[in-house]
């Protein structure tokens, strides 16, 4: 199975074309940048594409990370991936960003649990918890900092996600510390691909996953349609 995998939901902008049969990365590519996602990610794609020697009809399915994250760049990731894979009949799978975060983490296959945190802004994060064989413990949502200190009562935490460092600074000096802290600025685009080829693309749609009401409305012409 190949996949063509796309993340545009944080401060990244990836694309990566695996093998999943012979389990070979054949070509990636990760930009860290704030803003110009849209500007940058065709080229980026066209660039990966060529480097992995297959074309379009290659595919067997395209993976993009569908949020939480910024809903411009949400936009931008699951626009590009509906239309190559509408272009090319290729069945498009959404992943989320929180998933993508702790993919890695789960596949270390270690007790302790796990805890993926995105800046929200205003002292609040998108945060999920799950158990190291990536059970899940809180199921994903938007709250305040002071909130995901309920995941202390399952001991000592790994973290992950560009809030990881946020939360860890602020983690109550009466609870366990975390035992590892990776803030990274957004998923590792080789996990968002292996989800793709783990993830059948009817139980998970390539529809943007929010967890709250966009701040403002997009502008006529950029309106992701609903493609259930």
């Not at 796990?114 to 994060?125: E, K, Q, T, Y």
């Not at 809180?138 to 309920?150: G, L, S, Y």
Request: glycine share 8%.
């Amino acid at each position: 199975m190949i996949i063509l995998a796309i993340d545009t939901a944080l401060d990244y902008c990836a694309a990566a074309v695996l093998d999943a049969g012979t389990r070979t990365m054949l070509a990636q590519e990760t930009l860290e940048m704030k803003r110009g996602h849209a500007e940058a990610l065709m080229p980026l794609i066209a660039r990966v594409m060529k480097a992995s020697g297959r074309s379009y009809l290659d595919l067997d399915r395209v993976a993009v990370t569908t949020g939480p994250g910024s809903f411009t760049g949400l936009r931008v990731g699951i626009s590009a991936a509906r239309g190559i894979g509408l272009a090319a009949s290729k069945p498009v799978v959404g992943l989320t960003t929180l998933s993508a975060y702790v993919a890695p983490l789960v596949a270390e296959q270690q007790e302790q649990p796990i805890v993926a945190a995105i800046d929200a802004r205003h002292d609040h994060v998108y945060c999920q918890t799950v158990a190291g064989n990536g059970a899940p413990l809180i199921r994903p949502a938007i709250m305040p900092i002071e909130e995901t200190f309920a995941a202390a009562r399952f001991g000592a935490l790994r973290m992950v996600g560009n809030a990881a460092r946020i939360l860890a600074d602020r983690w109550p000096r009466n609870a366990p510390m975390p035992s590892l802290v990776d803030p990274k600025p957004g998923p590792d685009i080789g996990w968002v691909a292996w989800l793709g080829a783990a993830t059948e693309p009817e139980s998970a749609p390539a529809k943007p996953f929010y967890l709250r009401p966009p701040d403002a409305k997009p502008k006529p012409g950029f309106i992701v349609p609903d493609m259930r």
